[in-house]
């Protein structure tokens, strides 16, 4: 008996020490993948939901689970606290962590521009017509410290004014953006489809800066500004190059996919409750932003160098740090390059 108890014992020790071990290694070649989306249902972030759809993770060889925050910023932190493995949010999370000692970096660079747009209040439109005219009004975005927020700062900047002339207001993402513009509590905002699309469409707002597109991001920001990325811990991405070589592979297929295929197609392609009650319009959203995504996952380096230039003017984290700031170490194409092409 005490021989069957001393076995029985080491097989709980050994089991736990496994246990211990799947932990570690949860993510790592061969295990799952937790990937957080920074909003999993806005278009910009469009490629990490298809992907799963179009059955692509499991072609590649590889067990993925999408998990959806609100916001980037949110999002971020899941990466930062272990949570997950990876983030589909904004590039500039890269840069940002890498001057508070982090190193994380965007292993598929999903898009060039930022897919955002300045959106003003339609009884509004007439009074603000361009950054200038942000003195004394309330602007939305995502949330403090956001990819929004900043950008926010950029335009009202490059309007001549300084951030202490507006008021930045919290305005969410989809129905809570519209309600903040619906009740008054934002005079215009920076956001993305669907939600720009349903402001359009019932007359609530009007667009007046467009970054969805190449042209219309190289007039609001100067260049260009990769957005939307698949970005991971260094170390891990180190630790498990054949995980991450499948991430990109199944990534590429869908931005290739995406290239070849109309917006009605595409919606198709997605859960039903993202077009909500009116397919049209989502199929619209998508039509407006599928030119912000890129077909090879890759990032352009003056891109990169454009959006140090920005949050280098407004991120308190990186302002005092901007000249320390190693670029090539917040991306890498080593597993884009490798990825199979179309």
């Keep these: 008996m005490r021989t069957i108890a001393v076995l029985a014992t080491a097989g709980l020790a050994m089991a736990g020490m496994a246990a211990c071990r799947d932990s570690r290694d949860a993510g790592g070649d061969g295990g799952p993948v937790t990937i957080m989306v920074g909003g999993i249902d806005k278009v910009i972030y469009l490629p990490a939901k298809l992907t799963e759809q179009l059955g692509y993770f499991k072609d590649a060889g590889i067990d993925v689970k ?68 942000f003195k004394g009004r309330k602007l939305g975005f995502t949330s403090p410290g956001s990819s929004t927020d900043f950008l926010t700062q950029y335009l009202a900047t490059k309007g001549g004014l300084s951030t202490a002339d507006y008021t930045g207001v919290k305005a969410g993402a989809g129905q809570t953006f519209i309600a903040a513009m619906d009740n008054g509590g934002i005079d215009a905002g920076m956001t993305t489809d669907p939600t720009v699309a349903q402001l359009v469409a019932t007359g609530k707002g009007k667009v007046m800066l467009d970054m969805r597109t190449e042209q219309g991001t190289q007039a609001a920001l100067g260049g260009l500004y990769p957005s939307s990325s698949l970005y991971m811990d260094c170390a891990f991405v180190q630790a498990h190059k054949d995980t991450v070589q499948k991430l990109a592979n199944a990534f590429v297929k869908t931005l290739q996919w995406i290239h070849a295929h109309s917006p009605a197609e595409i919606a198709a392609k997605m859960p039903a409750d993202y077009a909500g009650s009116n397919k049209e319009l989502y199929v619209k959203a998508i039509g407006d932003s599928k030119g912000m995504f890129n077909s090879d996952g890759k990032m352009k380096t003056e891109g990169a160098q454009n959006v140090l230039n920005v949050l280098g003017q407004f991120s308190p984290s990186v302002k005092p740090n901007k000249d320390k700031v190693d670029l090539t170490k917040t991306y890498t194409t080593e597993f884009v390059d490798k990825a199979p092409q179309a």
């Excluded at 609100?70 to 904004?90: H, Y």
């Excluded at 001057?99 to 898009?111: M, N, R």
């Design 66 to 133: 999408l998990n959806t925050e609100p916001a980037g910023a949110t999002a971020e932190n899941s990466l930062i606290s272990g949570d997950v493995q990876g983030v589909v949010g904004f590039y500039d999370h890269t840069i940002d962590l890498q001057t508070k000692g982090k190193c994380v970096e965007s292993v598929v660079q999903l898009a060039d521009v930022p897919g955002e747009v300045e959106v003003v209040a339609t009884s509004k439109a007439a009074e603000i017509k361009s950054p200038a005219d």
